[in-house]
């Protein structure tokens, strides 16, 4: 799976840490980062989960009357 692709659609980038001689991939709006080998799996598996309900409280439904 091209999983670099997918994320850099979803705005992901990538950094490398020469420090630790590690990949970093991060987002900068959502202010999140993974590394390591499966850094761009991780990335694309947070972008396209559903947001829970408890995020939009206007998406919960109104108790029948």
Known sequence: ????????AFGWKA???N???VLVVW????????TGADA?????LLS?????ASNFPH??????R
């Open 1 to 8: 799976m091209p999983w670099k692709i997918i994320a850099a």
């Open 15 to 17: 950094a490398h840490d």
């Open 19 to 21: 420090d630790e001689d």
């Open 27 to 34: 987002h900068p709006k959502l202010h999140r980062h993974f």
């Open 40 to 44: 761009w799996k991780r990335a694309v």
């Open 48 to 52: 396209v989960r559903a947001p829970t």
């Open 59 to 64: 998406t919960r439904k109104e108790p029948s």
